[in-house]
């Protein structure tokens, strides 16, 4: 009998075999980029009707967290339909800087809150079920109770996920990023930033300080899966930013790491 010994240890992370370890994956996507002199958040904000009030960088949720409230923009996207999306998952951080999930039913254009009340940071937003079409009838977004312009995530139009590639790393754990890729589909040059809140060593965390960790230019190629090391603390924030030459670039993001238990 032949014996295998060397195990590929993401496998076997990904198996449930590595207690304290799991994969995070994320990903992102982004059309009709501006050339902003500051960079532009990979994420389909700017397709959103009415507009944030920042579709450029997808804002943060206070320390002490917030009620927030979802809705589609349309009402084919209900509870009741049997073409949209029924219910979406919320997975969040609350203000201890645990994760936490919610279930939501959704009500078409009209909004429903959450009810938890500390939500920190949205991790990820997705479909739990469906109607016929399999996927959302209109954009389907969570915003800041108190502030409809502060939307956090958003499933686009003909989508089941958000496409938000921002993650926020628990309490009591640490993420070590193992790999990213990037690309762009419409011949406008663009420069990729993956980035974080803290230091180049990843030891301190810098809130609100979205320091470079790897970059990539594309133009109307993909860069392929580019292994890297990155190490980001707990509660520091991921995301990647592009940079535009010109106006109306395509452009696509991918980042997975492992989160290890401190």
């Keep these: 009998m032949t014996y295998i010994t060397n195990k590929d240890p993401f496998l076997e992370i990904s198996r449930g075999r590595t207690p304290g370890q799991r994969v995070v994956r994320k990903k992102g996507e982004r059309e009709s980029f501006g050339t902003t002199v500051t960079g532009e958040d990979i994420w389909r904000g700017n397709e959103l009707t009415p507009a944030p009030t920042s579709h450029t960088s997808v804002p943060r949720p206070p320390d002490v967290g917030e009620q927030m409230t979802v809705v589609s923009e349309s009402n084919a996207d209900n509870g009741a339909t049997a073409t949209g999306v029924l219910t979406v998952r919320i997975d969040y951080i ?3 800087g645990a994760e936490q999930t ?21 991790n990820d937003f997705y479909a739990l079920t469906v109607g016929s079409n399999g996927v959302a009838e209109g954009h389907i977004k969570i915003y800041a109770k108190s502030d409809s312009g502060l939307v956090y995530n958003m499933i686009a139009k003909g989508g089941n996920k958000g ?30 930033r993956l980035r974080a809140t803290c230091t180049p060593d ?39 930013s592009g940079w535009a030459s010109a106006i109306n670039g395509e452009v696509s993001v991918h980042w997975w790491g492992v989160l290890v238990d401190d």
């Design 202 to 240: 990843g030891d301190t965390l810098l809130p609100g300080v979205f320091l470079f960790k790897y970059v990539a230019y594309v133009n109307q190629t993909h860069t392929g899966d580019m292994t890297v090391s990155c190490k980001v603390p707990a509660l520091a924030i991921v995301k990647a």
């Design 94 to 96: 609350d203000a201890a």
């Design 163 to 192: 496409l938000v590639p921002l993650w926020m790393v628990p309490a009591g754990k640490t993420l070590h990023i193992h790999s990213w890729s990037c690309g762009e589909g419409n011949n406008k040059r663009l420069t990729v």
């Design 102 to 122: 919610e279930d939501v039913t959704l009500n078409g254009t009209t909004g429903v809150d959450t009810t938890a009340t500390d939500i920190r940071f949205v």
